[in-house]
């Protein structure tokens, strides 16, 4: 049986943001394109949250031992913050998705396992998107580069549970256009029955000498032949 790592969370459902677990992205200020994911741990969830301290802790503990020189930093980077506060990039308030939540952001150079609550692998990418909830397995690590030290937070791997309202500023289609107009809900030529193209009027050559006007369609009233007193059906006037 393997030995614990006292540096491995695996967290209870937390809200998934920032999801870049399909694809690698280099965030602002990086060079080297990672998987990674931002994790949003309910403030209630007092378990998860002593789980992640306490490997926090093994971490800095290794840090001292191998990383800086057994002695702990009298400045040191913690991955963890609190979504009630103020963002450490630019001292802004974290978004309201963030209010009641622990936030830290865990990344990696290998592509995550993304499995569904059945555990069965998630191939449609779709399914996993910034918003929906989950549970994710990090390792808390320590670090000393160009000047900076602390502990930083590793992704294993992501389970999701279930779906949620996505978050970020997209919208939906009825957002940005409304209900359609009018004229878009008539039938389409071909639809319905007795369909007429709207406004046909059928065009007439007048004959010469003749007003342009529309003709009658009625069967037009025979000739008399005048000296037989019968009808004229083509023949010659005055031979029966």
């Known amino acids: 049986m393997a030995r614990e790592n006292p540096q491995h969370v695996v967290t209870g459902e937390v809200r998934l943001s920032f999801v870049h677990l399909f694809t690698p992205y280099a965030r602002p200020g990086q060079t080297e394109a990672k998987y990674s994911v931002t994790v949003l741990v309910p403030k209630s969830d007092v378990a998860t949250k002593q789980r992640i301290d306490a490997a926090i802790n093994a971490a800095i503990e290794l840090g001292i031992k191998k990383t800086w020189n057994g002695v702990r930093p009298p400045v040191l980077g913690i991955p963890v913050y609190d979504g009630d506060g103020t963002r450490p990039s630019d001292g802004m308030p974290f978004g309201p998705e963030c209010k009641g939540h622990w936030v830290f952001t865990a990344s990696s150079k290998n592509p995550p396992q993304i499995v569904d609550a059945q555990l069965n692998p998630i191939i449609n990418q779709t399914e996993v998107y910034s918003g929906c909830y989950g549970r994710v397995s990090v390792d808390f690590f320590p670090y000393a580069n160009s000047g900076k030290k ?46 007429t193209q709207p406004g046909y009027q059928p065009q007439y050559q007048p004959a010469y000498g003749q007003s342009p006007q529309q003709p009658n369609y009625t069967q037009p009233a025979a000739q008399i032949d005048p000296i037989t007193g019968k009808p004229v059906n083509g023949g010659v006037m005055g031979i029966s």
């Not at 309202?165 to 809900?185: H, K, M, V, Y």
């Open 150 to 195: 602390g502990i930083g937070c590793g992704l294993g791997n992501v389970q999701k549970l279930r779906d949620g309202e996505p978050l970020g500023n997209r919208t939906t289609p009825e957002d940005d256009f409304g209900q359609p107009p009018q004229w878009a809900q008539q039938p389409s030529p071909g639809q319905g029955q007795g369909y």
